[in-house]
């Protein structure tokens, strides 16, 4: 009898941090994970740089950087437009992981991968991640078996939408998380025993969820025991909830198949929200165009409607808030282009674009020598940045996109990539206003860190602390190797 080919199972944890995962397991609050902890090789898994989901997880399924997957937001210039439209994820020029393993005649599982989208016809099952356009046809394949699935287990659930509201509606949105999560867990769970697999790749979206709204008091509820009713207390709950399907996923496992874990970003407290467009405004590198009263007017109103429609609403828009969103055309007609030699379009991306000729239709700066001068200035300009409200010294880490990417796609990148004080400051897209203000409920108090984590148990694997530096580029080398399927060698990582 042949013996049986290693199978991988992968748990993607979205944002998932050491910082508060192990108090949390120390605690007893998510014993499956411990257990699965505890006989695993374990260490930090660094993000791309900024730590930014797409561009991140991309790179853990193809093993290569940004510049060679072309990915660095989940959001892309429109052609000819000062603004961005959501990107398909289909057109990835490097096959991820799941593209080689059915190539080499193995059955792959992907089940809510956020760079994911539409979702893969092939030999396995492909859901799509958060950035599926609603339930199309497009966000689950093969169709057959969704309709299979959904009369057994209801409609599946892609994210939880916001409320809306405040700070009280934050007991309402956990719930909705936790809800999500053992959705996600029944289906990812009801896939794998329902048919022969040999890769599984699933992802909770949980940590990041929580963490950027509840930072705070999910790290005091991993120090103590929280109120009865607390947001603390139904956040451990959503985290319960993920725990269990982890568990349940495990048990799909044999004593020869792999486990490995992964986030694709770390965590960490946020304070603030930093404004780039109004520091380029003030550093004389964009010109805002002046707006008569009454458009200033709209735009306060616009901004307090946007705030008002619920999360889901708002992915689902094109459109923008005047000084909010500004993807949208809103944000074109509040700069002079024809000054204007520097911006920042997204909130997501940590990026600054120059307005160069040949790249946007009223560009002023010329490739080669004019462009290199001005990204000078910008770094210069970064590293003497000011507190408004005390005049101390911002930590802005600032570096040129060359210096990060490299590849085919490296001009596709904003031109200079940056984080604030380590990333504990958020990233704005107003034009107005202050550099520095405070971040304000929807924005939340947690934020994207580089360090995220990673864990993996399987035959000839010592469990225990790996303090080697671990790059997003090493895990799809990884998952290869230990599945025996050759072909990965063009890939920048190494298996660890």
Request: overall charge positive.
């Amino acid at each position: 009898m042949p013996k049986r080919r290693r199978r991988v199972l992968v748990i993607g944890l979205d944002g998932a941090t050491w910082q508060l995962i192990e108090p949390l397991t120390e605690r007893g609050h998510l014993p499956h994970l411990k257990s699965l902890l505890d006989s695993s090789r374990r260490g930090v898994l660094r993000a791309t740089f900024p730590p930014v989901t797409a561009p991140s997880w991309t790179s853990f399924a193809t093993g290569v950087n940004p510049g060679r997957h072309g990915v660095f937001d989940f959001f892309e210039l429109e052609p000819g437009r000062y603004r961005k439209r959501i990107v398909d994820l289909s057109r990835w020029p490097v096959d991820p992981i799941w593209r080689r393993v059915e190539a080499a005649g193995r059955r792959a599982v992907v089940v809510n991968f956020p760079a994911l989208h539409p979702a893969e016809v092939g030999r396995g099952v492909s859901i799509a991640g958060m950035m599926a356009r609603g339930m199309s046809s497009s966000f689950f394949e093969p169709r057959s078996l969704y309709h299979e699935l959904r009369r057994e287990l209801g409609e599946y659930e892609i994210d939880a939408p916001w409320p809306g509201g405040g700070e009280e509606s934050l007991p309402a949105y956990f719930a909705a998380v936790e809800r999500c999560t053992r959705n996600r867990g029944r289906w990812a769970e009801r896939i794998l025993r329902g048919a022969p697999w040999d890769l599984a790749l699933v992802v909770f979206v949980t940590p990041d969820r929580l963490q950027h709204k509840a930072w705070s008091a999910l790290i005091q509820a991993s120090r103590c025991r929280p109120a009865r009713g607390s947001v603390g207390e139904a956040a451990l709950r959503a985290f319960a909830a993920m725990d269990e399907a982890i568990g349940a996923l495990v048990l799909r496992t044999g004593p020869r198949d792999d486990v490995l874990v992964a986030s694709d970003h770390g965590f960490g407290s946020a304070h603030g929200v930093f404004e780039p467009n109004v520091f380029l405004a003030e550093a004389g590198l964009l010109v805002r165009r002046p707006l008569p009263l009454a458009a200033v007017r709209i735009g306060k109103a616009t901004r307090s409607a946007w705030r008002r429609v619920p999360l889901v609403r708002r992915r689902r828009s094109t459109g923008a808030g005047v000084g909010d969103a500004t993807t949208g055309q809103a944000f074109e007609s509040l700069v002079d282009w024809s000054r204007s030699r520097a911006f920042a379009l997204s909130a997501t991306d940590m990026g600054i674009y120059l307005n160069t000729r040949g790249r946007f239709p009223e560009g002023i700066v010329s490739p080669g020598v004019e462009r290199e001068s001005v990204v000078r200035d910008l770094i210069a300009a970064f590293e003497d940045a000011r507190n408004p409200s005390d005049g101390s010294r911002l930590r802005i880490r600032a570096i040129p996109r060359e210096s990060i990417f490299s590849g085919p796609f490296v001009e596709l990148a904003p031109d200079l990539l940056f984080v604030v004080e380590g990333g504990s400051v958020h990233c704005g897209t107003r034009v107005d206003g202050s550099v520095l203000h405070e971040a304000g409920f929807l924005r939340g108090d947690g934020n994207h860190r580089l360090e995220g984590i990673y864990a993996h148990r399987g035959e000839g694997v010592a469990p225990g602390t790996d303090s080697r530096g671990v790059e997003m580029v090493d895990m799809a080398p990884t998952i290869l190797e230990r599945m025996g399927i050759g072909g990965g060698e063009e890939m920048e990582g190494a298996p660890l």
